[in-house]
């Protein structure tokens, strides 16, 4: 129920800033279908956490509740030079997302903040990307103006609670399809923009890629939520799926082993060093698309040992491969 009150009480930080003239609690119990007593709650915690939240008026239904316009104004008392260089290169390290909801925002306050800064210092920051860069994973080309609206749109849909119908192109069956669900979450994760939505359809929360909604309509009619969602909601995948995880156990060759030992591929995972050189590793993941394409691509390096079904899956695909290089 956590992540039901973060969103909530998201939504009524939202709904007190964009009124200039405040805003009461039956409005706020109201607009997130609960009651009075527990937006009281809310407030109270949004002003433990530091938000600016004041009230105005007399009690009953003419007290309203506002925002102060600049509730971070003593922050910057409280930052350092490595605060500011990591605020500085967070930009750079969150727009290689294609699309992501929140760039403009961040575009802003990164702006406010360079502001404050003295020309020297301005100078330093801006000779950081020479020091630390980053690369964008594969995914949508860049943040097209389409995607943007449509990322942004999906994002005010999961923060409201609203049914939304979309048109999309799946990827499985090759053919665009008409879904109305209920958006939970969005995820940003390799290189992508994914929304996960409960479908009522076929009662099963599904995972679907941004760019390939060819049509989206929000709806005024809002959803309870009735189910919780992981934090991580891709946890138990190499990739972007969502299902319960397996005991992996595949084996590596001696020479690619300090390439697989270097790296942590799953929290799960667990590494033996053999006798002579090989690696033998266990992970619990979900057996999916995206664990079997991270084995196929070390080639004739990885054996899979278990399950039995993973390694014959693994044996044909190795057996159509070979058949495209075929005379």
Same mark, same amino acid.
């Given at each position: 129920?956590?992540?039901?009150?973060?969103?909530?009480?998201? =939504?009524?930080? $939202? &709904?007190? /800033? !964009?009124?200039?003239?405040?805003?009461?609690?039956?409005? %706020?119990?109201?607009?997130?279908? @609960?009651?009075?007593?527990?937006?009281?709650?809310?407030l109270q915690a949004l002003q433990e956490a530091g938000f600016a939240i004041y009230d105005e008026g007399e009690e009953h239904d003419t007290k309203r509740w506002r925002l102060d316009? =600049?509730?971070? $104004? &003593?922050? /910057? !008392?409280?930052?350092?030079?490595?605060?500011?260089?990591? %605020?500085?290169?967070?930009?750079? @390290?969150?727009?290689?997302?294609?699309?992501?909801?929140?760039?403009?925002?961040?575009?802003?306050?990164?702006?406010?903040?360079?502001?404050?800064?003295?020309?020297?210092?301005?100078?330093?920051?801006?000779?950081?990307?020479?020091?630390? &860069?980053?690369?964008?994973?594969?995914?949508?080309?860049?943040?097209?103006?389409?995607?943007?609206?449509?990322?942004?749109?999906?994002?005010?849909?999961?923060?409201?609670?609203?049914?939304?119908?979309?048109?999309?192109?799946s990827a499985a069956s090759r053919k665009a399809k008409s879904y109305v669900v209920q958006p939970y979450r969005l995820a940003l994760a390799q290189g992508g923009v994914y929304l996960?939505?409960?479908?009522?359809?076929?009662?099963?929360?599904?995972?679907?890629?941004?760019?390939?909604?060819?049509?989206?309509?929000?709806?005024?009619?809002?959803?309870?939520?009735?189910?919780?969602?992981?934090?991580?909601?891709?946890?138990?995948?190499?990739?972007?799926?969502?299902?319960?995880?397996?005991?992996?156990?595949?084996?590596?060759?001696?020479?690619?082993?300090?390439?697989?030992?270097?790296?942590?591929?799953?929290?799960?995972?667990?590494?033996?060093?053999?006798?002579?050189?090989?690696?033998?590793?266990?992970?619990?993941?979900?057996?999916?698309?995206?664990?079997?394409?991270?084995?196929?691509?070390?080639?004739?390096?990885?054996?899979?040992?278990?399950?039995?079904?993973?390694?014959?899956?693994?044996?044909?695909?190795?057996?159509?491969?070979?058949?495209?290089?075929?005379?």
């Open positions: 129920m956590r992540n039901a009150e973060v969103i909530r009480q998201w =939504q009524i930080l $939202r &709904s007190i /800033e !964009s009124a200039r003239t405040g805003v009461t609690i039956h409005d %706020l119990a109201e607009q997130a279908g @609960v009651t009075t007593r527990t937006i009281r709650r809310d316009a =600049q509730p971070f $104004r &003593s922050v /910057e !008392s409280g930052l350092g030079v490595a605060d500011v260089a990591a %605020l500085y290169l967070s930009r750079s @390290v969150v727009e290689a997302f294609s699309a992501w909801p929140l760039a403009d925002e961040l575009r802003t306050a990164l702006a406010k903040i360079e502001g404050a800064l003295n020309p020297r210092m301005r100078e330093f920051l801006s000779t950081l990307p020479q020091v630390v &860069s980053t690369k964008a994973a594969p995914g949508t080309g860049g943040a097209r103006p389409e995607l943007v609206d449509v990322t942004r749109r999906l994002f005010e849909a999961v923060r409201d609670r609203r049914v939304s119908e979309m048109r999309y192109f996960v939505a409960w479908v009522p359809q076929y009662g099963e929360f599904r995972t679907f890629a941004v760019e390939r909604i060819e049509r989206l309509s929000v709806q005024e009619e809002t959803f309870r939520k009735t189910r919780e969602l992981p934090a991580d909601v891709f946890g138990s995948s190499l990739g972007v799926f969502s299902a319960e995880p397996e005991r992996i156990e595949v084996e590596f060759a001696a020479r690619v082993a300090p390439y697989v030992q270097g790296r942590t591929w799953h929290d799960s995972q667990q590494v033996t060093t053999l006798d002579d050189g090989r690696v033998r590793m266990t992970l619990d993941v979900s057996n999916d698309w995206a664990l079997r394409s991270w084995l196929l691509g070390f080639g004739a390096d990885v054996k899979v040992l278990t399950p039995a079904s993973l390694a014959s899956a693994m044996r044909d695909e190795s057996r159509r491969a070979a058949d495209n290089y075929s005379t």
